[in-house]
């Protein structure tokens, strides 16, 4: 089972430069938020599967950060003493679906049954540098995406104040936020998710989360 069951999974796209720039995308002047359903969520070593439709998955290594305690108009300076704790997140992401419109469909995409694996365990804040921790995501064995939240944009403090900012934050709700360059749809050639694959991604100071990935039978 997943570590916590969140009433929001809040998450932060293009978060990191270099995924910024591997996108052809500009840097955002403020976060870029979506939200995933929580009914996507699932724990460590279960199973990622990809509905039949979606032919183009892909993968999305994040530092995720679980509120402590109701939460609304956080400080920057103070906004570290509302988290819980972090974990792991995999933001399992259809490109297909996220791509077939012009405006672009993120929530759908990214909460498809199983889309938002977490864990493996929910680690204290006891001696954990925000600024410091290493996130590494490899597909069956090779390494995609090798990165630290000191390359972060916005900064996990400024997420906090940004989104309690007219948004309650509950005791349980999960941050997913972002993901470093190396995603599968920026490869060339692309490198989608695959029946068979295993995803583990790697969290400092957390340990690593493991996915076996199957694709949706016809």
Do not use: C, W
């Amino acid at each position: 089972l997943h570590p916590v069951v969140p009433n929001k999974i809040l998450a932060i796209g293009l978060n990191y430069r270099t995924h910024a720039a591997e996108s052809q995308l500009d840097v955002p002047p403020v976060p870029v938020v979506f939200a995933k359903f929580p009914s996507s969520m699932i724990g460590h070593r279960e199973e990622i599967v990809i509905p039949r439709e979606e032919t183009r998955p892909d993968y999305e290594g994040e530092l995720a950060v679980v509120v402590g305690r109701r939460t609304y108009r956080a400080e920057r300076d103070s906004a570290r003493a509302t988290i819980g704790g972090i974990s792991a997140i995999h933001d399992v992401t259809g490109r297909r679906a996220q791509l077939e419109t012009p405006l672009r469909q993120f929530t759908l995409s990214k909460s498809f049954d199983t889309f938002s694996p977490m864990g493996p365990s929910i680690a204290s804040m006891d001696g954990v540098d925000l600024a410091d921790i290493e996130l590494r995501t490899t597909v069956s064995g090779e390494v995609m995406q090798d990165a630290n939240t000191r390359d972060l944009i916005f900064a996990v403090e400024e997420l906090i104040a940004y989104l309690s900012a007219g948004v309650t934050l509950e005791p349980g709700d999960v941050i997913a936020t972002g993901t470093p360059a190396g995603v599968g749809d920026s490869r060339n050639p692309p490198r989608y998710l695959r029946d068979g694959d295993t995803v583990d991604i790697y969290v400092g100071g957390v340990g690593t989360l493991s996915n076996p990935v199957r694709l949706e039978r016809r």
